[in-house]
T-cell receptor, first 114, second 113 residues
Framework: AQSVTQLGSHVSVSEGALVLLRCNYS??????LFWYVQYPNQGLQLLLK??????LVKGINGFEAEFKKSETSFHLTKPSAHMSDAAEYFC????????????FGKGTKLSVKP | NAGVTQTPKFRVLKTGQSMTLLCAQD?????MYWYRQDPGMGLRLIHY???????AKGEVPDGYNVSRLKKQNFLLGLESAAPSQTSVYFC????????????FGPGTRLLVL
């Protein structure tokens, strides 16, 4: 079965430090890839998406992700963490022919220490 | 433009009771989806619809039914609620050609006792 794996259910960084959240997908066929953010008691907001254009994708709030086919990865980064980045982040994938059915990773909760 | 709205925001049910969750979108989107979110599980697709009058099963459809009688509404029904259906339910919608980008509602928190 197709899947997406997020390494680390909790990540803690200091304010101003690099944020790196890891995501790997399972298919050899490049899918569509997404990062969503969920703030407490809210719905999901799209951060960025990869749809086979540029491999380095820039999103909102200073986040970016790089698609690496050889590593089947789509890691999310931000150079300098801000307190407001504390949230849960979900990597998701749509595989070809699935009519938009998103497959989500289990999520990574990001904590930012002052 | 309200986007995707969900009704109710929170509900408590007793085992065996039934209820319907309503998702409404005012963006004229073709595709609509129902997910459930459980701790440590991410979101899992329950049912989806690619147009008015059409529905299809997702990853975890058992115990749920759906209907899409109007393009803007997607209903999720629980005929006989079970404690295992305690979850947060999210609705989403999308449209061609950017069908891959889904817009999410704020969620419905359901507790089944």
């Amino acid at each position: 079965a197709q899947s997406v794996t997020q390494l680390g259910s909790h990540v803690s960084v200091s304010e101003g430090a690099l944020v790196l959240l890891r995501c790997n997908y399972s298919s050899s066929v490049p899918p569509y890839l997404f990062w969503y953010v969920q703030y407490p008691n809210q719905g999901l907001q799209l951060l960025l998406k990869y749809t086979s254009a540029a491999t380095l994708v820039k999103g909102i709030n200073g986040f970016e992700a790089e698609f690496k086919k050889s590593e089947t990865s789509f890691h999310l980064t931000k150079p300098s963490a801000h307190m407001s980045d504390a949230a849960e982040y979900f990597c998701a994938v749509i595989y070809g022919g699935s009519q938009g059915n998103l497959i989500f990773g289990k999520g990574t909760k990001l904590s930012v220490k002052p | 433009n309200a986007g995707v709205t969900q009704t109710p925001k929170f509900r408590v049910l007793k085992t065996g009771q039934s209820m319907t969750l309503l998702c409404a979108q005012d963006m004229n989107h073709e595709y609509m989806y129902w997910y459930r979110q459980d701790p440590g599980m991410g979101l899992r697709l329950i049912h989806y619809s690619v147009g008015e009058g059409t529905t299809a099963k997702g990853e975890v459809p058992d115990g749920y039914n759906v209907s899409r009688l109007k393009k803007q509404n997607f209903l999720l029904g629980l005929e006989s609620a079970a404690p295992s259906q305690t979850s947060v339910y999210f609705c989403a919608s999308s449209y061609p050609p950017s069908w891959e980008t889904q817009y999410f509602g704020p969620g419905t928190r359901l507790l089944v006792l």
